[in-house]
Each structure stands twice: as structure tokens, then as C-alpha cells.
């Protein structure tokens, strides 16, 4: 278990509509990024928050938000979703989000757009 | 921006043989290149990573190499079991700068060892 939890497990939802995932950080860690794993495009980097300021942004959609809560926890939103937006979405957590921090990841969210 | 490629994409080899994995980097800002290694199923987790200033790092069975002149790095498995069958990741990332930590990830290489 790396200490990072994520929550839904498992979302399945219809075309359209607009879903939340959750990302809690290993206590102590003050850097979020979420990364999307699909089978075509492998694991690419969304965005990332440190101490509840958004941090860089990589190839996140602008139908996709995130924020980090002053308790550290960070959402996903996904809005208006497409059949293509079916993967399987990582939180990683690290101390400071600095690059020689590593990286804990957690289960994932799969999510399935029918 | 940063582009990573890897190499193969599927390898299949005999218990107790070596396997090699390679991927190449595009940006020379990139410093920092930690391999993933994610079971069916499972999260990424962080197998070893090596700095620019290191030519090479060795973790018992696992080594990695890097070349920054050619922008290529090398995940080497020796004595491989049949639990090392997993999908490896390479990844790059600037260890400083706005952009740093963002791993930008090969497309991985699923490892089979055959018993």
C-alpha cells in the first residue's frame, strides 16, 4: 500500500455527463499530480497541485478541472465525457513535488464512458 | 516539450536470462529518469532511477544506464524471474524548473518470463 487512496475504484457513466474522482495523499505530502492511463497513449501527466496551488499542466483537456483542498486532498472533475475518455486515471503523491521526490502512486480510478 | 520513447514494446524471455529495455529522450533540460514497474492490475511503482550526473546505477538484479550525449537510458534485468513479469516504464523529467516532476512516460514494455 504506497498511502495514497483514491476514490471511486470504479466509475462507469454515460456520454455527456460529468464525474469527480478523489485523490488523498500519503500523510505528509504536499504535491499532487494525476496522470491518465489509456491503452493507446500509455500513462501521460495531467496536472499537478503542491500545497494547494496548481503547479504545471500537461495534456489535460479543458472539459477536465482539478483543485487541491487546504486539507490536501485533490479532485478530478470531468466534465461532459466522451467515449475516449475511458481509462484509467492515477494520483501520485511527493513531499515537495520536486523532481527527486518520488513519486507514490495510487490505485487508480478506472473509469468507463458508455 | 519532452518525448519519450521506449523500447520494445512486448519481451518475452527464458527464466534466469537478462533483459533490456531502452527509451530516448528528446529534451536536454531532462535530468531525472526513474523506471515504473506496474503488475497487471496494479499501481506504478518506482523500481530505480538514475540523475544525469551517474553513468550508471545498480539495485541487486536491476541496473540502469544513461548515455545524455545520445539522450538514451537503459533498464538492464539480470538472472530474471518469473515475478519480474510486469509492464516497465521509463520516464524523464527536469529535476528543476517549473516543469520538474512532471514525468513524461515511454509507453512501456511488458516483460514475460517464461518459467
Known amino acids: 500500500d504506497s498511502g495514497v487512496t483514491q476514490t471511486p475504484k470504479h466509475l462507469i457513466t454515460a456520454t455527456g455527463q460529468r464525474v469527480t474522482l478523489r485523490c488523498s495523499p500519503r500523510?505528509?505530502?504536499?504535491?499532487v499530480y494525476w496522470y491518465q492511463q489509456s491503452l493507446d497513449q500509455g500513462l501521460q501527466f495531467l496536472i499537478q497541485y503542491y500545497n494547494g496551488e496548481e503547479r504545471a499542466k500537461g495534456n489535460i483537456l479543458e472539459r477536465f478541472s482539478a483543485q487541491q483542498f487546504p486539507d490536501l486532498h485533490s479532485e478530478l472533475n470531468l466534465s461532459s465525457l466522451e467515449l475516449g475518455d475511458s481509462a484509467l486515471y492515477f494520483c501520485?503523491?511527493?513531499?515537495?513535488?520536486?523532481?527527486?521526490?518520488?513519486?507514490?502512486f495510487g490505485a487508480g480510478t478506472r473509469l468507463s464512458v458508455l | 516539450g519532452e518525448n519519450v520513447e521506449q523500447h520494445p514494446s512486448t519481451l518475452s524471455v527464458q527464466e534466469g536470462d537478462s533483459a533490456v529495455i531502452k527509451c530516448t529522450y528528446s529534451d536536454s533540460a531532462s535530468n531525472y529518469f526513474p523506471w515504473y514497474k506496474q503488475e497487471l492490475g496494479k499501481r506504478p511503482q518506482l523500481i530505480i532511477d538514475?540523475?544525469?550526473?551517474?553513468g550508471e546505477k545498480k539495485d541487486q538484479r536491476i541496473a540502469v544506464t544513461l548515455n545524455k550525449t545520445a539522450k538514451h537510458f537503459s533498464l538492464h534485468i539480470t538472472e530474471t524471474q518469473p515475478e519480474d513479469s510486469a509492464v516497465y516504464f521509463c520516464a524523464a523529467t527536469p529535476l528543476y524548473g517549473g516543469s520538474q516532476g512532471n514525468l513524461i512516460f515511454g509507453k512501456g514494455t511488458k516483460l514475460s518470463v517464461k518459467p
Open positions: 501520485a503523491s511527493s513531499v515537495t513535488g520536486e523532481a527527486k521526490n518520488i513519486q507514490y
Open positions: 538514475i540523475r544525469s550526473n551517474v
Open positions: 500523510s505528509g505530502d504536499l504535491s
